[in-house]
C-alpha cells in the first residue's frame, strides 16, 4: 500500500498538474462554436468558507471571478499559489474575485484545521471554499489539480488553465474581462 501511494505521489509530482480518478470532462470554453461559453456552475456541497462568508456565482455576476482547484499537499498546486496570490492582489481592486476551492486529494487534506494552516501558511487572504465531497468539482466536472476557470461579468466560463504555467496567458485574459 505504501509502495503504491509513493508511485502515485511521485507520479503526480513530475506532471505538470495531478489527475484525480473522475470521468467527467471538465468545463472547457468551447472555442470551435459560436455558441455561448457554459455558465459557472454554483459553489455546492462546501463545507466551510474560509477569508470570507459564502458565496454564490449569483452574488458574483458582474464581477470577474477565477476559480482555482486545489488541494495543499500538491507541489503543483503550491507553485501556482504565488501568481494567483499575486492575481488577486493586483486586480480585486479592478473587480476580480479569486476564489480558491479546496478539494482534498488525501484524507488529512479534509481536516479544516489543517485547510486553515495552510491558508495561513502561503499568504492566502482570497476566499477559500472546502469543497470536502467534491461537489463543486463535479459540477466543474474537473478533474486536476490545479485548474483555474475564468468566469466573465455575465457567469460564463470563458477560460481554463490547468496545471502549472500559462501564467502571462491567464493574467491577459483577466486584464482583459475587466476591461469589458
Not at 129 to 155: C, E, F, H, M, V
Request: hydrophobic share 35%.
Amino acid at each position: 500500500m505504501i509502495k503504491q501511494i509513493s508511485a502515485a505521489l511521485l507520479a503526480c509530482l513530475a506532471a505538470t498538474s495531478c489527475m484525480a480518478d473522475n470521468q467527467q470532462e471538465p468545463i472547457l470554453p468551447n472555442k470551435a462554436s459560436s455558441s455561448s461559453p457554459p455558465m459557472a456552475p454554483e459553489f455546492t456541497g462546501i463545507n466551510h468558507w474560509i477569508n470570507s462568508p459564502p458565496l454564490t456565482m449569483q452574488s458574483l455576476r458582474g464581477k470577474v471571478v477565477l476559480v482555482e482547484f486545489w488541494t495543499y499537499d500538491c507541489i503543483n498546486c503550491i507553485h501556482v499559489i504565488p501568481h494567483v496570490r499575486q492575481l488577486h492582489e493586483r486586480y480585486a481592486p479592478q473587480g476580480l474575485v479569486v476564489v480558491g476551492v479546496h478539494t482534498p486529494e488525501f484524507g488529512h487534506e479534509r481536516v479544516l484545521a489543517n485547510v486553515r494552516g495552510a491558508v495561513q501558511r502561503y499568504g492566502i487572504r482570497y476566499p477559500v471554499a472546502q469543497d470536502n465531497s467534491y461537489k463543486t468539482w463535479n459540477a466543474y466536472g474537473n478533474r486536476y489539480w490545479p485548474a483555474q476557470y475564468l468566469i466573465d461579468r455575465q457567469g460564463r466560463v470563458v477560460y481554463s488553465h490547468f496545471g502549472e504555467g500559462g501564467y502571462e496567458q491567464t493574467e491577459a485574459r483577466v486584464r482583459a474581462l475587466l476591461r469589458e
